[in-house]
């Protein structure tokens, strides 16, 4: 299983309630109502949305920008995740976190449901394809790989057949980190990525997301 970046999710909540206040705040601008009173002070809406915008707002107008040109692009190169490429990931997840029971505890902790999650795992592997397919590993590097550190994996070292997938495996996962914020402005340029709200122009490259699972 792959180790699975929780900030995309983490990211994903914090923009729905950045998403929620924000349609709140369009159509009711002149109420304001409070949140909460902290002794004879109140917290409105727009206090903590605009509060929530200058902390998260970037962060996660870019997280939006990057799970579309995604979609996108994936859309336009034709590829997708399967059902059963999904099960396996969350299966595997679920098996490291322990019962069914601390899996769920742990979504809630997270604040999503597990339908929630397969749809950000949709994201996270569709673009593990993109990369893969834009920066994919050769044999050659595969082989070179095993020449150079064949000696620190025993005596005497497996056969290259048989580590052959993990090598590519970890070399892929390598390749999609070192090149991920290239590609991503390469495919914000493509589908020409315009920015309105000027508190948000940052290139969608420096968003975290989508981290590897």
Not at 148 to 155: E, F, I, L, V
Not at 173 to 181: D, K
Request: proline share 3%; aromatic share 8%; charged share 25%.
């Amino acid at each position: 299983m792959k180790k699975f970046d929780v900030s995309i999710l983490s990211a994903s909540i914090l923009l729905a309630g950045l998403v929620v206040l924000g349609v709140y705040q369009a159509g009711q601008k002149d109420l304001d109502p409070a949140v909460v009173k902290a002794g004879d002070t109140e917290i409105t809406q727009y206090q903590l949305y605009d509060e929530m915008k200058n902390l998260y707002g970037k962060q996660m107008a870019n997280e939006l920008v990057a799970q579309s040109l995604i979609k996108q692009e994936a859309k336009q190169q034709n590829i997708s995740v399967s059902k059963e490429d999904i099960d396996k990931e969350v299966n595997a997840m679920k098996q490291q976190i322990g019962s069914d029971q601390a899996f769920q505890e742990y979504l809630s902790g997270m604040g999503m449901d597990e339908k929630t999650l397969r749809s950000k795992m949709e994201v996270l592997l569709t673009r593990d394809k993109l990369l893969d397919k834009a920066f994919p590993v050769t044999d050659e590097q595969i082989q070179q790989y095993y020449e150079a550190n064949k000696a620190q994996m025993g005596s005497p070292a497996p056969a290259l057949d048989k580590v052959h997938d993990q090598i590519k495996s970890m070399l892929s996962e390598n390749n999609r980190s070192e090149n991920y914020s290239k590609w991503m402005e390469t495919i914000e340029k493509t589908h020409k990525v315009e920015w309105y709200d000027p508190s948000f122009v940052e290139n969608a490259a420096d968003a975290s997301v989508p981290a590897t699972p």
